[in-house]
């Protein structure tokens, strides 16, 4: 129905409609967007029971985020140089073959932190293959022209899995049970993450072999990809728009992403319960509300504050001031109520943005191109959590989220009036 109402709002859509290739990356997409999510519930309530320090925590989200870092740009250079196709299903294979060895640790009794730490530095080195080479499938399977249509469809299909897959992920891993067998009964409380972690693995398989056989184009200007990751980065340093904005991008996510993923589940760990469906609600909001911000997007594509550049700048700004009293909420409602408005905002220019700068990248790059965003976006958001984690041993939660909003803003401030990102226009 999403990709329906999408389509109808232009009948330029149609041949999306219509586009075998395109409907068949579109499903395998979302297999694999519907087990992350399972995922995103399971991880840190699974180290919360184990351990409910919030330095474990940001440390566990560290060990995500440092082969995801060092590796991603190297991630870039290889989908250039062998494919996307190629390196996106052998990203997905390590993926579903570390879940199913999570999930069978967890299942006998043998999780311990190094085991899971370890699981999350193996997600973390097939992310750095999957993020760049997911983003390069999209430009090799529809025509040029419907390329902000067709990132409009998957990340408005994306947000609606993070809408509903968490609330599910929640209940799932609060009432699911496995038969009990030879099992410590101990172990039998874990088995809705055992579950969660399997039907992610089970995604991430079908997903990989859904594209072993769809044709990718050949972009123009892609047969000279052939060399370095050092040409890609010396390409963005030298262009001051692509580096002032990625620049920007990478202090909102360090700002941003923390306080949401160690800071939420902390949340709802002491204020609500049970606490897995309570999480699964606060960010079922936040996909819900990305979600209509994306749809809104969609049916007003033209629409600005001036130019791109200060309608980012605007929605920053108004989701700064939403962070500030999430430290605060003792209601469910409450929490749920700020997090669609956050999701809102961050919908409306996630489609504008992605779309910019796949435009702005010259075809041969755009591998190399695109894992430097995935690094700013999903790189240095587990660096934020483990800073995070770090930051919560001295300080509380409302003082946590009150200050993150507050460096928001000056963030947003000083860009406007001290770098160029106000003159950023649609390319």
Known sequence: MLVNTSLALEGQARPLAHDRNFRRLLACAVASMVGDQFTLVAFPLLIMAISPEPMTLGWAFAALALPRALFLLAGGSLVDRFGARSIWMSGCYGSALTLVGLAWALYTGHATLPIIYGAAALLGLC???????????????????????????????????????????????????????????????????????ALDALTFALSAFGLRTLPIRLIPGAETSRHSTTEGLRYFFHNRPLRTYLSYMAAMTLLMSGPVQVALPLLAHARFTPEATALGWLFGAQGAGTLLGMLMFTASPKLRIVN?????????????LL?????????????????????????????????????????????????????????????????????????????????????????????????????????
């Not at 489609?351 to 990248?361: E, G, H, I, P, S």
């Not at 790059?365 to 984690?389: H, K, N, Q, Y």
């Open 308 to 320: 791109l550049g200060v309608t980012l700048l605007a929605v920053d700004a108004a989701i700064a």
């Open 127 to 197: 992310s750095a293959l999957t993020l760049p080479a997911g983003s390069a499938l999209v430009p090799g399977i529809v025509d040029p022209r419907d390329l902000e249509r067709a990132n409009g469809i998957f990340l408005a299909l994306r947000q609606l899995t993070i809408a509903i897959g968490p609330v599910a992920a929640g209940g799932l891993i609060a009432h699911a049970f496995l038969p009990l067998g030879t099992r410590p009964a101990a172990n039998a409380a874990l088995d809705g993450y055992v579950i969660a972690f």
């Open 323 to 427: 962070v500030m009293p999430l430290g605060w909420i003792h209601a469910l409602w409450q929490g749920v109520t700020l997090l669609f408005a956050i999701g809102v905002f961050g919908g409306f220019v996630q489609v504008m943005a992605f779309t910019w700068l796949q435009r702005a990248l010259p075809a041969h790059l755009l591998g190399r191109g695109m894992s430097l965003f995935m690094l700013v976006f999903f790189g240095l958001a587990p660096v934020s959590a483990a800073i995070s984690g770090w930051v919560l041993q001295w300080v509380s939660i409302e003082i946590l989220f009150l200050v993150t909003g507050a460096l928001l803003l000056a963030v947003v401030f000083f860009s406007y009036f001290g770098s160029g990102l106000r003159r950023l226009s649609d390319v």
